[in-house]
């Protein structure tokens, strides 16, 4: 009853839409003495690098047998155009006071020398 499944691959979008990536049947045979115990078998899948930042969603396995349907907790993908983008100005900011502090000092100090003489 459990040597047939197929195995389906989809995401589901921030809109709950659900579209599929990968399906496929599977039928295993069952070694002799193995009958009516668990057993666990790993299928791989490649991913291909996500088309357009409108890919970001959670993505799901299922397996499906006939009565029967196991779906994984799924991994949530942000898709991001750019990629990481440092939003932090603070040395910028930081040099940029610096300097302004400087010059007022210095003009603040010029003035002061100017009108004592």
Known sequence: KYTKFSIFYYWINSMDHQT?????????TI?????????TVSYDHI???????????TYYCEVRWS????????VFV????????????GW????????????LSITATALLLWKRK
């Open 20 to 28: 599929p990536i990968y399906n496929r049947s599977e039928t295993v």
């Open 92 to 103: 910028e900011i930081l040099i940029t006071l610096t300097v302004v502090l400087a010059a």
């Open 47 to 57: 991913i291909v690098p996500l088309k357009s930042t409108s890919s970001t969603g």
């Open 31 to 39: 070694p002799s003495g193995k009958e009516n115990m668990t057993a």
């Open 67 to 74: 009565d029967v349907k196991k779906k994984g907790n799924g």
């Open 78 to 89: 942000l898709a991001k155009g750019t990629g990481y983008i440092e939003t932090s100005h």
